[in-house]
């Protein structure tokens, strides 16, 4: 029982140290400035209101954001 009192800390321990690093190495570095081509890639459009009435709806095949 004393055995484990003392081996298990340690391990637990390598444990979460182990996957610190290994988060940090699948996340990578930070970047400090954001790519302007990955901002323009985004393509947002508006969605009219849920509670507006039916007929003022403008197309059959509108699409909404999810």
């Known amino acids: 029982m004393l ?12 444990a979460v140290l ?11 570095p930070l970047e400090s400035t ?6 323009t890639a985004r393509h947002l459009h508006a969605v009219p209101d849920p509670t507006s009435a039916p007929g003022e709806s403008r197309g059959r095949h509108r699409r909404h954001a999810a």
């Open 18 to 28: 182990g996957l610190g690093r290994y988060e940090e190495r699948v996340l990578g």
């Open 34 to 39: 954001p790519d302007p081509a990955r901002q």
């Open 3 to 14: 055995f484990l009192a003392l081996l298990i800390p340690p391990l637990l321990m390598c």
